[in-house]
């Protein structure tokens, strides 16, 4: 049965992914199985979506009645899950409202929207222009993929869009040099994820808002992947001390339904009026009552501290391997954004993982990287990490 599903998707799927030769069918919690019953301990979580786990019963309740009384209207009227989810997420956060999409990509490409138009509405019809991080990553659309940072992502769909100007990460004095009245905004990941699971340095992401402040451009912080208490905070800006003006938040959110939300302080968001900006799906009753309920469960169950400690705990494993293999170069993360940089290719390591029973991933070739749900425990990690001791022990 795998071969032939596989052969068939090979046919009739788009060839965007080099898929793993296994089939999923059904989850729970931090485990998935295959269609032949073998189990995986999920340490990839959807890349970073499924921070409750899988097959939650109390989402499921929640999903099934509201699939039962209002599945979507269209944002032409209001509805109770929509306001309430921005309630959640504005009481929470620096921001004061939120517009409602389906993917990071788009909530990243409404934050580009909004700076510029916030910039036209005052008369500085010039100020378009973005500054963003060299080995950023904000998506896969034409304008996201033009503030991405990573010459692969935007090769062969050149012209990108106009308008994105890169620094690298961490060097305060090159975003100096770039800053001018041209720019709009500084857009970046507090913590980078694809682009090789990154930390500031510190003071750095301080330093980037003292200089928008001055030059009077926006900061924007693409918390698709940092936020929703992946980093051992309800979003990774509380780490800094500091907040952006725009974050765009995706991933987590639904805990795997299509869910983006692009969140700004009052005196940017109205420069998004009715007719400037819009999404047919975005924050539909299904989907928001979902993300309302995921939301409320992460608090109920303290989850964003079983993160910071649980990923501590992690952290110092994988520390512990890299004390006992010379393969690995480093440990890198922060919560249960975790990654270790090797000296060989990611690749093989990731499918002996899997043989063995455990998904994880492999980012820029040789990072390993590890996002399981948030409800993961030691005692899973453990399993983990004597799997990939002995597996390390292989590789010369
Ligand atoms: C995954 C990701 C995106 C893109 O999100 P999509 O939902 O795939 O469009 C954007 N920014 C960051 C930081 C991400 O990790």
Redesign the pocket.
Known sequence: MNKDIISTADTVIANTYKRFPIVLARGKGCTVWDINEKAYTDFVSG??VCNLGHADPEVAAVLARQSETLVHVSNLYYTIPQVELAEWLTTRSFADRVFFCN????A?EAAIKLARKYFHDQGQHERFRIITMEQS????TFA?LSATGQLRIRFGFDPVLNGFEFIPFNDIDALKRQMNDNICAVMM?PIQ??GGIRVPDPGFLKAVRDLCDQAGALLIF?E??TGIGRTGKLFAYEHFGIAPDIM?L??ALGNGLPI?AMLAREQFMTAFTPGTHASTFGGTPLVTSAALEVLRLMEKRNMVDHCSRVGAYFRDRLLWLRDRHAVIMDVRGMGLLLGMKLTVKGAPIVDACMEKGFLINCIQDDILRFIPPLVITEKEIDALVECLDKILEAVR
């Not at 993917?103 to 788009?106: I, Q, R, W």
């Not at 990553?137 to 896969?140: I, K, W, Y």
């Open positions: 890349i970073a993917s990071g990509a788009e990243n990553f904000h998506g896969r996201t990941e994820g694809e693409d698709v992947q765009s995706a991933k983006g």
